[in-house]
């Protein structure tokens, strides 16, 4: 089976569960600028770019996949969430980016096989996936970064295409399963995704699955570009996703009505991986890991959410105890829709036969 059909076959039996938090994951090993530099000879300084650590210091990032995986997860998402040229750029590091991306999917790669592997021994089929994440790089598409100049661009649709392009490649190459574009502050930025990956997929001759994942700035369920979640929804529905979603910016208390609201209509699975909470005075998530379970279980119970995570703040401990809560309890079933003509501005308008 291609790895939509295996992922859509899993997702038919239970909820499945994605990983949580890297960043944070990785402060807590308290590197020094020596193990992010390496022996890589770069001119910046490297401290920061928990992206390079795929090639300076490995361990760090293949320990964190494993202890997701025993934590429960089903869903590897590469360290790459800055791999990108305009990210690395920063780090003098652009050169660097098939290769990081390459070898950060392999690690994932490699554990999710060694857990897969260890469960078929035991006479159990559990397949492991690998979902190669593509962040919103530092620049926007719909914005201009100039009060002054409104129809300024830092970047253009056809350089940021290329970007992505590089990216995604490298991550298939490396073994993903599915490209993630993930925390989607900017729809156009996604569409720019979504390009990218539907060129790879006319290059490769097979099908790339792609996983969309909003993030939202208010509270009122908007992103940064000025989409509520429906009409976000509208504006990508077109790449057939395999997954719709949402990460980032709140907790789970926060994102409740809007998990909801993208449950009801949307015509495929809903992930959702939300923040251990709010940042306390000093940016520290204090959420404990049954608190934010319990408020995911709710969205399970309701039959709202077919894969479930953590983003930042989320620990090993925070995933097994969503997968502990979970456990047992059915996986929503995808909406069939009627077939109206649905178009999204910054709000959705839908004409209704």
Same mark, same amino acid.
């Given at each position: 089976?291609?790895?939509?059909?295996?992922?859509?076959?899993?997702?038919?039996?239970?909820?499945?569960?994605?990983?949580?938090?890297?960043?944070?994951?990785?402060?807590?090993?308290?590197?020094?600028?020596?193990?992010?530099?390496?022996?890589?000879?770069?001119?910046?300084?490297?401290?920061?770019?928990?992206?390079?650590?795929?090639?300076?210091?490995?361990?760090?990032?293949?320990?964190?996949?494993?202890?997701? +995986?025993?934590?429960?997860?089903?869903?590897?998402?590469?360290?790459?969430?800055? @791999?990108?040229?305009?990210?690395?750029?920063?780090?003098?590091?652009?050169?660097?980016?098939?290769?990081?991306?390459?070898?950060?999917?392999?690690?994932?790669?490699?554990?999710?096989?060694?857990?897969?592997?260890?469960?078929?021994?035991?006479?159990?089929?559990?397949?492991? +996936?690998?979902?190669? @994440?593509?962040?919103?790089?530092?620049?926007?598409?719909?914005?201009?970064?100039?009060?002054?100049?409104?129809?300024?661009?830092?970047?253009?649709?056809?350089?940021?295409?290329?970007?992505?392009?590089?990216?995604?490649?490298?991550?298939?190459?490396?073994?993903?399963?599915?490209?993630?574009?993930?925390?989607? +502050?900017?729809?156009?930025?996604?569409?720019?995704? *979504?390009? @990218?990956?539907?060129?790879?997929?006319?290059?490769?001759?097979?099908?790339?699955?792609?996983?969309?994942?909003?993030?939202?700035?208010?509270?009122?369920?908007?992103?940064?570009?000025?989409?509520?979640?429906?009409?976000?929804?509208?504006?990508?529905?077109?790449?057939?996703?395999?997954?719709?979603?949402?990460?980032?910016?709140?907790?789970?208390?926060?994102?409740?009505?809007?998990?909801?609201?993208?449950?009801? *209509?949307?015509?495929?699975?809903?992930?959702?991986?939300?923040?251990?909470?709010?940042?306390?005075?000093?940016?520290?998530?204090?959420? %404990?890991?049954?608190?934010? @379970?319990? +408020?995911?279980?709710?969205?399970?119970?309701?039959?709202?959410?077919?894969?479930?995570?953590?983003?930042?703040?989320?620990?090993?401990?925070? *995933?097994?105890?969503?997968?502990?809560?979970?456990?047992?309890?059915?996986?929503?079933?995808?909406?069939?829709?009627?077939?109206?003509?649905?178009?999204?501005?910054?709000?959705?308008?839908? %004409?209704?036969?």
């Amino acid at each position: 089976m291609s790895p939509r059909e295996t992922f859509l076959a899993e997702a038919a039996k239970r909820i499945l569960i994605t990983d949580g938090a890297f960043g944070t994951e990785i402060q807590n090993w308290k590197l020094a600028e020596a193990d992010y530099a390496g022996n890589l000879g770069l001119s910046h300084e490297q401290k920061g770019n928990n992206d390079i650590l795929a090639l300076s210091k490995p361990e760090v990032p293949e320990a964190i996949h494993r202890a997701y +995986f025993e934590a429960g997860a089903d869903i590897a998402e590469t360290n790459t969430f800055s @791999a990108n040229r305009i990210s690395q750029a920063d780090y003098g590091a652009e050169h660097l980016v098939r290769e990081i991306n390459v070898e950060s999917a392999r690690l994932a790669r490699k554990v999710a096989d060694e857990f897969q592997a260890k469960d078929a021994a035991n006479g159990i089929s559990r397949p492991r +996936f690998v979902a190669g @994440a593509i962040g919103p790089t530092n620049k926007t598409l719909s914005l201009s970064p100039d009060v002054n100049d409104p129809g300024y661009r830092e970047i253009d649709w056809d350089t940021l295409v290329d970007v992505y392009k590089e990216q995604a490649a490298a991550l298939i190459e490396g073994g993903a399963d599915f490209i993630l574009i993930e925390t989607v +502050f900017d729809t156009l930025n996604a569409k720019a995704g *979504i390009m @990218a990956v539907k060129q790879l997929e006319a290059e490769l001759g097979r099908e790339v699955p792609i996983m969309l994942s909003m993030t939202l700035t208010d509270l009122s369920g908007r992103n940064l570009s000025g989409h509520t979640v429906e009409a976000f929804w509208h504006a990508v529905r077109h790449a057939r996703p395999i997954t719709i979603g949402l990460n980032c910016s709140f907790g789970a208390t926060q994102l409740r009505p809007h998990v909801k609201t993208l449950s009801e *209509i949307a015509d495929t699975l809903i992930m959702i991986y939300p923040n251990a909470g709010l940042p306390n005075e000093l940016g520290a998530y204090d959420e %404990m890991p049954d608190t934010t @379970a319990g +408020f995911v279980g709710e969205w399970a119970v309701a039959g709202q959410v077919n894969v479930l995570g953590g983003c930042c703040g989320s620990t090993p401990a925070h *995933i097994a105890a969503i997968a502990q809560q979970v456990k047992g309890v059915a996986p929503r079933k995808v909406p069939s829709l009627e077939p109206v003509t649905r178009l999204a501005g910054l709000e959705p308008f839908i %004409m209704a036969a």
